[in-house]
């Protein structure tokens, strides 16, 4: 993009169409059209920050997703407000905590009748898509046009929903979601009209399974292992109550692909025959590639008789390697929307989004998955490319609640007074903003379930974060995130944390009131 921006392009920040006559550097008139910013908002599912080349080197390289950011802003404190992928969808759509859009946990069905950004965008003008993973169990409203994976989705050969008629189309989910936003953006939608188009990818989700070509991709690579990964948990019992260590419940099946063909590996997750009835889902060609690839693992893995650390860092390793490969292929299909829409002369007037639903652990604490507001798992990536806009990093803390208001206000619509979040458009456009929040209130609702990480609601500020874990445990956990950044140390009761305690509660307390959560009036403390 050519840094010396005109007048124009900065105008066209706003959203709103207009014809204006603006002096040339000659002194000449010229009419210029200045037309809405579209929106491309690129999601994954559990896209961990830790994986993206733009935050942190150790892992990967994603020079796609990393161009975003190069091009663009990239925000070091963005969070989500439930770590749990229906109900983060259900935040970012509504922009309200889950307790206020209805939608706590994945039990629960979505109401799709209730005010939503897409709907207001709608409103106003503009086409709305949504492709890829909904995970919200109600059909989509609020869109135009629809096309989406059913339930989880599966990565290889996906059954879809089309505007209500179902579909299964052969191949690899991340290709075929990117082929289906490049083809409504070409031959679809209305050019005539701004858009506003959701890409929603399954990967990296659980069981990362990556594409035929990258299979044998990092073959060669051996990867950190986190400083603790060995965590004893000391002083946070519900640490040590979850059920999501790579160690105990990582399934050696239905996880890493140990489908041996003369059924010998057994397990005892109750995931076993998920994972075989996965592998069955292939066609023959792909089973033959898949089989190229794993057979020879599954051999030497029997042949070694691994247990104990031995078992637990092979575990690890293997978990590493698929779900890189993974991030790989969303990599390079980021690069093709990016390639369309500059061939296509569309990059100077659309903003592009790239984030996940949550973040997501890749052997801190010796787990994989998410859901605690611990802090690989509350925070989340998120690269905007605003033409016109700010390059660089935004410090300021942001939640997955401010998305909506974000793209109302660069669209030119009135954000609901209802609305929990905060418009980030002004922080885009590199202004300053003396009065941004100063903290941010998290609750995790699901349980019992799958995990088994206790509910949970709780507060972080710049430095510190205060946690109350609620229902059949009653824990508090603070930690000081300068001083412990893993949060390893419980300081929550020791001497000298009295006030500070003291006025984090009371933030919680604001913010619950702010915010309505019915919660405040069942735990008082």
Known sequence: ??????????????????????????GKKETVEKKPMNIVYIMCDDHSFQTISAYDQRYIQTPNIDRIANEGARFTNSFVANSLSGPSRACMLTGK?????????????????????????????????MIGKWHLVSEPTGFDYWDILIGQGDYYNPKFIKNGERVQREGYATNIVTDLAVNWMDSIRNKEKPFCLFVHHKAPHRTWMPDLCDLDLYDDVTYPMPENFYD???????????????????DLVYDLKMADKENEIHTNTGLEQAGRHMYNQL????????????????????????????????????????????????????????????????????MIVYTSDQGFYMGEHGWFDKRFMYEESFRTPLLVRLPGGKKGDIPQMVQNIDYGPTILDLAGVEMPSDMHGTSFLPLLKGEEVPEWRKSLYYHF?????????????????????????????????????????????????????????????????????????????????
């Open 1 to 26: 993009m050519n840094p010396k921006l005109t007048s124009t392009l900065l105008l066209s920040l706003t959203g709103a169409t207009a014809v204006a006559s603006l002096a040339s550097c000659k």
């Open 97 to 129: 905590h889950s307790h206020a859009n209805g939608f706590t946990d994945n039990t629960t069905t979505f109401d799709g009748s209730q005010q939503t950004f897409p709907k207001l965008l709608q409103a106003n003008g503009y086409q709305t898509a």
């Open 232 to 250: 004893k948990y000391e002083g946070r019992i519900p640490a040590s109550k979850q059920e999501m260590s790579i160690i105990k419940d990582m």
């Open 283 to 350: 066609n023959p060609e792909q089973k033959a590639a898949w089989d190229k690839h794993y057979d020879p693992i599954i051999a030497k893995f029997k042949k070694d008789k691994l247990s104990g650390k031995a078992l637990a860092e092979w575990k690890y390793q293997q978990y590493m390697h698929d779900y890189m490969r993974v991030i790989h292929s969303i990599d390079r299909n980021v690069g093709r929307l990016l390639k369309y829409l500059e061939e296509n002369d569309l990059l100077e007037n659309t």
């Open 445 to 525: 609702y699901e349980y019992p379930a799958e995990h088994a990480v206790r509910r949970h609601y709780g507060v972080r500020t710049e430095r510190y974060k205060l946690i109350h874990f609620y229902n059949d445990i009653d824990c508090w956990e603070l930690y000081d995130l300068q001083e412990d950044p893993q949060e390893m140390d419980n300081i929550y009761g020791k001497p000298g944390t009295e006030e500070l305690t003291k006025e984090l509660k009371a933030e919680l307390l604001k913010l619950q009131v702010q915010y309505d959560d019915p919660i405040r009036n069942i735990y008082k403390d």
